[in-house]
């Protein structure tokens, strides 16, 4: 099975947003990815070792809201 991380899951701010993530999850599996990781909210810094990052076949980074929050 294939495997993904999704940076920047911004489902906590208002239910547009989680909708979208709740889709994109959701066509990820479909497509046949395990999900490693949703991380949360926009960060400087990675929240797991970077050893960790290469188990994944794909890294997505949503980019709500980092256009107009300065990220």
Not at 48 to 60: G, H, L, R, S, V
């Amino acid at each position: 099975m294939k495997k993904a991380i999704v940076f920047n899951n911004t489902s906590k701010y208002h239910n547009g947003c989680a909708k979208v993530m709740e889709y994109l999850h959701k066509d990820l599996q479909h497509s046949g990815y395990e999900i490693l990781a949703s991380i949360k909210g926009n960060t400087d810094t990675l929240p797991y070792p970077p050893e960790y990052y290469e188990q994944a076949d794909t890294i997505i980074v949503n980019g709500e809201g980092t256009m107009h929050h300065s990220k």
